[in-house]
C-alpha cells in the first residue's frame, strides 16, 4: 500500500501528469479513427524514449493504451465502423442504439462502463502483479521457453480466423526475427554488414503497422463517405443505469483473466460477453436492435483486458497484444528488462506506472463524457493529410533508431511486407510477437540446454513447463475438434469476426 | 438549357439550391443538382445522404421543374461542377461562397473560387442569408 502512495506520488508530479494527459488524449484520438490503433501510435512515439526518462515514458505510452480501448468504442457507436478490434462487438448493438437515438446513452455506457472496468482491473493488476512475479522468480530457463512458446501459439491459433494465415505471419515475424548473429555465425543476413546486428524491432513494428497501413490506405483512398450520426454530450438515465451495473462487472470479469492470459487480447472476452448478456438479458426482443447491455458488457469487457494484458507484460515480460508487444519494445530501449526481478528493481517506475493507469482511467472518463462530439470530428480529416504525417513520424522513428540510410529501405521494404499482409488477410499481431519473441525463446532454450549439457529432457523438467505442454495439447485437441465439427459458431460472432479481419492493430 | 448547382449539403449549398431553383422557374429551364466529395476522409458532412436528397428533388420538383442529381465520389470536385456544365452546354451554374481568413485561404484551395474561374458559362456566386 505504501508503494502504491510513492506510485502515486510519481504520477502525480505535474511532469508526469502532463504525460498521461497528452497520452490519454493521443490515445482517444488514435482510437476513434479507424486504421490507426494505440500499438502503431506507441510504434510511432518510440523515439521519445531517447530523452524522456522511462517513468514519464510509460505513463504516456499506458495512457495511448487505455485511452485507444475508450476511443474505439466511439466509432463503433456512431459510425458503424470499428475503430479497433477490440470495439467490433461494440457496433452490433452500439450502432443499432445509436441509429434509434440513443447516440448519448450508448457512448455513456460505454465512457463509464471502461471506467469502471479499468479501475477494477487495475486493482486486480495492483493487487497480482507482485505476487505473480514472485511465484516467476522461481522459474526456470525450461518453464520461461515454455510459456513463450505457448503464448506464440495462442496468440496465433486461437485468435483470428484463419490458423493457416496467423501461423504465416508468426513465422515470417520468427525468420525477420532470426537475422543476424546472435549465435556467433550469420543469419539471414545475405552477407551484409549493416544486417548482422539484425533488423531493430523499432523498424519493425513501425513499418508494419504505420508503412503498411498508410499504402493500405493509399491503395483505397476514394470511398464513399459513411454517415455519421449526430450526438450531443452522453448522458444515462436511472433505468440505464440500472440495467448497465451488472454488465460492466459481468464484462470486466471476462475482460481481466483473458487479458491476464497468455491467449490475451481483447477480442475473445468481448464476444463472451456479449453473448452473455444476450443468453442473460430480459429483454432478448431488444438485442438486434439497440440493447444496452450489449454496448455495457463488451466496452467493459475490452478495458478490463487492457489492464489484464499488463499482469503477463510486467511480471513474465510477456506480450499478449500488439500494443504491449511495444510497449514491451519501450522497455528493452531504455534498457529495462520487464520479468520477475523488475517489480523489485524498479519500484519507484513500476509503481508509479500503476498510480498513472488510475489516473488515466479517471483524466479520460472527465474527457470523454463531455469530449464524444469533438472525438467524432476527428473523422472529418483528410486521409492524406493524416497519413502524410504518419509517415513523417515513421520515416523519422526509423531513421533515427540508428541514423542510418539503410533502415529506410528496410522499413520501406517491410512496409511492403506489411501492405500484402493486409492485402491477403494476414493478421499482424503473430509477425510482431514472433519478432520480439523469437530472440527471447532461442536464448531461454540455449540457457537450458547449456544447463543441462544438451540433454533435451530439461524441456518438460519443470512442473510448469509440464502443465503448460499439457495446456497446449488441450487446446490443439479443441481446434481440432471444432475444426472437424465444422463452423457451427453463432453467425454474429461469424459476422463480428469477419470485421475483425479488417480492422488493423 | 439547364441550370447547374453545386450543392453541399451546409447552409452555402442550401443558398446556392434556393437562387438555383429561383432562376430555373423564372428561366423555365432544367436544374441539374450536383453534390460530390473526394471520398478521403471517413465523413464528409457536406457530401449530401439519401434523405436530404430526396428532399432536394421535392423542393424543385414541387416548383413545376425537372431535376437531375450527380451524387457521386469523384478526384476534384470543383472539375466534377464544371465538367457537368460543359457536358450539360448549362446556361448558368450556380455556387455557394463562404468567407474564408486569410490563413484559410493560404493553406487550401476552395470549390468556389475554381468553378467561377474554369466555368465555360456565367456563374452565380450566392451567400446564405445571415
Redesign the interface.
Given at each position: 500500500m505504501d508503494l502504491l502512495l510513492e506510485g502515486f506520488a510519481t504520477a502525480l508530479t505535474p511532469e508526469n501528469l502532463l504525460y498521461a494527459v497528452i497520452g490519454v488524449l493521443l490515445g482517444t484520438a488514435v482510437g476513434v479513427?479507424?486504421g490507426i490503433g494505440p500499438a502503431m501510435t506507441v510504434a510511432l512515439l518510440l523515439p521519445v524514449t531517447y530523452n524522456v526518462s522511462p517513468t514519464s515514458g510509460l505513463i504516456l505510452f499506458a495512457g495511448i493504451y487505455y485511452g485507444g480501448m475508450y476511443g474505439g468504442s466511439t466509432t463503433s457507436i456512431l459510425?458503424n465502423?470499428p475503430g479497433e478490434s477490440s470495439s467490433v462487438v461494440t457496433a452490433l448493438e452500439g450502432n443499432k442504439m445509436a441509429k434509434a437515438g440513443r447516440a448519448a446513452q450508448a457512448l455513456a455506457t460505454a465512457a463509464i462502463g471502461s471506467f469502471v472496468a479499468g479501475t477494477i482491473g487495475t486493482i486486480l493488476l495492483v493487487a497480482l502483479a507482485p505476487n505473480i512475479a514472485d511465484l516467476v522468480v522461481k522459474l526456470g530457463a525450461p518453464s520461461y521457453f515454455a510459456i513463450m512458446l505457448l503464448a506464440l501459439f495462442t496468440v496465433t491459433a486461437v485468435l483470428g480466423s484463419s490458423k493457416l494465415r496467423g501461423f504465416v505471419a508468426l513465422f515470417l515475424g520468427l525468420g525477420i526475427g532470426l537475422v543476424g548473429t546472435t549465435t556467433g555465425q550469420q543469419r539471414l543476413t545475405f552477407g551484409s554488414p549493416q544486417l548482422a546486428d539484425g533488423i531493430d524491432v523499432v523498424v519493425v513494428a513501425v513499418a508494419v503497422f504505420a508503412i503498411g497501413e498508410a499504402l493500405w490506405v493509399a491503395a483505397h483512398?476514394?470511398?464513399?463517405?459513411?454517415?455519421?450520426i449526430p450526438v450531443g454530450r452522453p448522458w444515462m438515465s436511472r433505468d440505464d443505469w440500472g440495467r448497465s451495473w451488472k454488465p460492466w462487472l459481468r464484462g470486466t470479469a471476462y475482460g481481466f483473466p483473458f487479458g491476464a492470459l497468455p491467449a490475451g487480447g481483447a477480442e475473445v472476452p468481448t464476444f463472451l460477453s456479449y453473448i452473455t448478456e444476450r443468453r442473460l438479458t430480459k429483454r432478448p426482443e431488444e438485442f438486434g436492435k439497440g440493447a444496452i447491455e450489449g454496448v455495457a458488457g463488451p466496452e467493459a469487457a475490452n478495458n478490463a483486458s487492457a489492464a489484464g494484458t499488463l499482469v503477463p507484460l510486467l511480471a513474465i515480460g510477456l506480450p499478449t497484444t500488439a500494443t504491449a508487444a511495444v510497449i514491451l519494445v519501450a522497455m528493452q530501449n531504455y534498457g529495462l528488462q520487464p520479468g520477475p526481478q523488475f517489480m523489485d528493481a524498479q519500484p519507484k517506475l513500476v509503481w508509479g506506472l500503476l498510480a498513472s493507469l488510475f489516473v488515466a482511467n479517471t483524466l479520460l472518463l472527465v474527457l470523454n463524457l463531455p469530449l464524444a462530439p469533438v472525438w467524432?470530428k476527428l473523422?472529418?480529416?483528410?486521409?492524406?493529410y493524416l497519413y502524410a504525417g504518419i509517415l513523417f513520424f515513421a520515416s523519422l522513428g526509423a531513421y533515427s533508431v540508428n541514423f542510418q540510410a539503410f533502415d529506410l529501405a528496410l522499413l520501406l521494404a517491410i512496409g511492403a511486407l506489411g501492405l500484402a499482409m493486409r492485402r491477403f488477410g494476414l493478421p499482424v499481431l503473430p509477425l510482431i510477437i514472433g519478432v520480439i519473441l523469437g530472440p527471447r525463446l532461442e536464448e531461454q532454450l540455449t540457457t537450458a540446454l547449456a544447463i543441462s549439457q544438451g540433454d533435451l529432457s530439461t524441456l518438460w523438467s519443470e512442473p510448469v513447463a509440464v502443465v503448460v505442454y499439457l495446456v497446449m495439447a488441450v487446446l490443439l485437441v479443441v481446434l481440432a475438434v471444432t475444426a472437424v465439427r465444422g463452423r457451427r459458431a453463432d453467425s454474429v460472432v461469424d459476422q463480428a469476426k469477419n470485421s475483425y479481419q479488417e480492422v488493423s492493430m | 438549357m439547364t441550370i447547374v448547382v453545386a450543392y453541399s449539403a451546409d447552409p452555402y449549398g442550401r443558398a446556392a439550391l434556393a437562387h438555383a431553383a429561383r432562376e430555373a422557374g423564372r428561366r423555365q429551364e432544367d436544374v441539374v443538382v450536383v453534390n460530390a466529395?473526394?471520398?478521403?476522409?471517413?465523413?464528409?458532412?457536406r457530401?449530401a445522404?439519401d434523405d436530404d436528397l430526396a428532399r432536394v428533388r421535392s423542393s424543385i420538383e414541387d416548383l413545376g421543374l425537372t431535376v437531375t442529381i450527380e451524387h457521386e465520389?469523384v478526384?476534384d470536385v470543383a472539375g466534377a461542377v464544371v465538367t457537368a456544365a460543359e457536358r450539360l452546354d448549362a446556361s448558368l451554374v450556380v455556387v455557394g461562397v463562404r468567407h474564408r481568413s486569410p490563413v484559410g485561404k493560404a493553406l487550401l484551395g476552395s470549390v468556389g473560387q475554381r468553378v467561377i474561374l474554369d466555368a465555360p458559362c456565367p456563374v452565380l456566386a450566392v451567400k446564405p442569408d445571415a
Open positions: 479513427l479507424p459510425l465502423t483512398l476514394r470511398r464513399r463517405p459513411l454517415e455519421i467524432a473523422l472529418q480529416i483528410r486521409r492524406p | 466529395t473526394r471520398g478521403d476522409s471517413l465523413v464528409d458532412r457530401f445522404d465520389v478526384d
